[in-house]
T-cell receptor, first 112, second 113 residues
């Protein structure tokens, strides 16, 4: 069964910390995505990547960066965590054009 | 930008009844549509998809209807069960930059036993 794995289900970090959220997919997908999900706001795209070492900003990239050194791994980095980054973070991957995404189970991040 | 929305944020149905969840999209060039189900504490899971050259597609207990004239998409769930309680998202993809999906905000379906 195809899989997108997010390394942590729950995470609590302090304001100002640098936070790494890891995502790994085993489907050899080219495309990977990071979303955050907040009540009433739905899924908002933070960053995405169509290939190794490439990245594109989504709708809300401020305060975040990403890294894709290997095809299967896409990391989301919060350079200096703030309380307004408390959210559910979802990673997804897709094979290519015109197809759906496979999502991970999500990481619920709380910044205190 | 792309706008995909839902008519109702919440929907309650009796167990055994049929459910209909609606979605409107704004980009007439969209050619791929997909429904996801998200249970509490989990990531969204694929339910069913449809391409713009079709009006209807059926899966197991689910049917997706696409009306391109009014840019409307619906998900029908037959004989709704308690396990169907979840948030349902629609998403669409334009033919350009078709690696990206645009998501609606979701409808929370509650099944009453």
């Amino acid at each position: 069964d195809v899989k997108v794995t997010q390394s942590s289900r729950y995470l609590v970090k302090r304001t100002g910390e640098k936070v790494f959220l890891e995502c790994v997919q085993d489907m050899d997908h080219e495309n990977m995505f990071w979303y955050r999900q907040d009540p009433g706001l739905g899924l908002r795209l933070i960053y995405f990547s169509y290939d190794v070492k490439m990245k594109e900003k989504g709708d809300i990239p401020e305060g975040y960066s990403v890294s894709r050194e290997k095809k299967e791994r896409f990391s989301l980095i919060l350079e200096s965590a703030s309380t307004n980054q408390t959210s559910m973070y979802l990673c997804a991957s897709s094979a290519g054009q015109g197809g759906g995404y496979t999502f991970g189970s999500g990481t619920r991040l709380t910044v205190v | 930008g792309e706008s995909v929305g839902l008519h109702l944020p919440t929907l309650s149905v009796q167990e055994g009844d049929n459910s209909i969840i609606n979605c409107a999209y704004s980009n007439s060039a969209s050619d791929y549509f997909i429904w996801y189900k998200q249970e509490s504490g989990k990531g969204p899971q694929f339910i069913i998809d449809i391409r713009s050259n079709m009006d209807k597609r059926q899966g197991q207990r689910v049917t997706v209807l696409l009306n391109k004239t009014v840019k409307h998409l619906s998900l029908q769930i037959a004989a709704t069960q308690p396990g169907d309680s979840a948030v349902y998202f629609c998403a669409d993809s334009p033919p350009w930059g078709a690696n990206n999906l645009f998501f609606g905000t979701g409808t929370r379906l509650t099944v009453i036993p």
